[in-house]
């Protein structure tokens, strides 16, 4: 088991720094989302500093988002990818510079594209032909010029789970490299007043550990602008997006390397291709998500009912389940945890840790090794900073938990756990 960031344990308790996890429990109740921000705002620096002035480190907000997250990337000085309107909303009620937004999303509706053309985003990555038609004729009557990369599928497979690798041939995502297609976007736009097409995205998946994979997605792309710089001699690449998807550390099975790592796995074989095919070094983009936040945070919750099928199984039962975290239940996913106030005692009972909703897959870890377990402990599982807040839902009506902020020895709520009355604040 790893402890991550300020987590520690002292006698047998386990700590956010100088602060007892119980004490969280006992002052927000549970279940209740933590977040390390000396530890988020460490993660960001290191691929700033590992990425360079030059180049940009953008956060795909989809993974962790709400105003005291937009604060601290508006104070770290990074850009934040959005993916809807409601995401740009965050963003732009928390005062971040619209400049600094990367706006995503496979199928941006037109009131979407309008919103991001009206508040002046810096960049649109633009999934099709059609939506590249939508924002020209949008940014024309705003009489703006908008900024775009192409979102291009490089036919990568990364070798990652199903739901969450979006470069092999059969995705939604991107305009699939055909050299005619993608020459023809090119020529078309290239006078245009209201679209200036700075460069080219992808994305090939996430939770991905093998350096090999961004390698291949570096090389992929530089044979797809040289193929087009064959056709078009005039064409420039200015920018270029390679988006996020580091593989971090969930449990002992992953073996993710560091930040500093992949990103100059990346930026070096940029610069191979650079001088391989003679070409200016563009500016790089990334968009790390679940790197940043997602051993940043950890949910806690009490334990409830036991029950012990006796040589088959036993269920133990916390107060919250699938609707704070449905990673268990929508990828298989795995996570360590521990009973916060038994730190230290052998951890040697076998247990499946359940939620509370009535669904049988509404489990949160599968084979788990816990000390003995009693109602009321209270349990704290381990890098759930991406992907659990941010598809969380009201299923069974459970209200959401609130998320607290640790930093410099403080804690703070920063979202409050939603009440009765937000279950029915939109019923009329
Ligand atoms: N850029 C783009 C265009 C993306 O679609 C994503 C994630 C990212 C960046 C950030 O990827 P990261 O660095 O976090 O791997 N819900 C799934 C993950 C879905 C990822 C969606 N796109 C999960 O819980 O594992």
Redesign the pocket.
């Known amino acids: 088991m790893k402890l991550h960031g300020s987590l520690n344990i002292k006698g047998n308790d386990l700590f956010i720094g100088n602060i007892k996890v119980v004490d969280i429990a006992k002052k927000f109740n549970t279940p209740c989302y933590v977040m390390d921000e000396n530890l988020i705002r460490e993660n960001i620096n290191r691929f700033k500093n590992s990425i360079g002035n030059e180049n940009k480190v953008v956060y795909?907000g989809?993974?962790f988002l709400n105003t005291h997250m937009v604060k601290i990337l508006k104070e770290e000085n990074i850009c934040l990818?959005v993916v809807s309107d409601g995401e740009l909303y965050i963003a732009h009620s928390s005062g971040f510079n619209m400049e600094k937004i990367v706006f995503?999303g496979n199928n941006k509706s037109y009131d979407e594209i309008k919103m991001g053309v009206q508040l002046k985003v810096g960049r649109f990555v633009c999934d099709s032909i059609e939506e590249l038609e939508i924002l020209e004729n949008v940014s024309k009557e705003f009489n703006r010029k908008s900024k775009v990369f192409i979102r291009v599928n490089l036919g990568i497979d990364a070798h990652t789970?199903e739901?969450?690798k979006?470069s092999c041939i059969d995705s939604k995502f991107g305009i699939s490299k055909d050299i005619d297609k993608i020459s023809n976007i090119l020529f078309k736009y290239r006078n245009s007043c209201n679209i200036e097409i700075v460069g080219f995205h992808c994305?090939i998946g996430?939770?991905i550990f093998s350096k090999e994979a961004f390698i291949d997605e570096v090389d992929e792309m530089f044979k797809l602008i040289n193929d087009i710089k064959v056709i078009d001699k005039n064409f420039e690449i200015n920018e270029l997006n390679l988006?996020?998807?580091?593989g971090i550390y969930y449990t002992k099975d992953d073996t993710p390397v560091t930040i500093e790592e992949y990103v100059e796995c990346i930026v070096d074989r940029v610069n191979y291709n650079c001088s391989k095919f003679n070409f200016n070094v563009p500016k790089l983009y990334i968009?790390?998500?679940?790197?940043i936040v997602g051993n940043a945070g950890m949910t806690i919750y009490e334990i409830g009912n036991i029950k012990e099928i006796e040589g088959i199984r036993n269920y133990v039962s916390v107060d919250g389940g699938m609707t704070d975290n449905i990673?268990t239940a929508l990828?298989g996913?795995d996570y360590e945890c521990l009973i916060s106030n038994k730190a230290c005692e052998e951890k040697s009972y076998k247990a499946t840790i359940s939620g509370k909703c009535c669904e049988s897959g509404d489990v949160l870890i599968r084979d788990a090794f816990i000390s003995k377990p009693e109602r009321g402990d209270i349990l704290a599982i381990f890098s759930t900073g991406?992907?659990c807040h941010s598809?969380s839902s009201n299923y069974n009506k459970l209200r959401k938990p609130p998320i607290v902020f640790f930093y410099n020895d403080n804690l703070k709520l920063v979202t409050k756990r939603e009440s009765f009355e937000d279950l029915i604040r939109l019923d009329v």
């Open positions: 795909a989809k993974t990818d995503h789970h739901y969450i979006t994305h996430s939770q988006g996020g998807g580091f968009e790390p998500g679940r790197s990673r990828y996913s991406a992907y598809m």
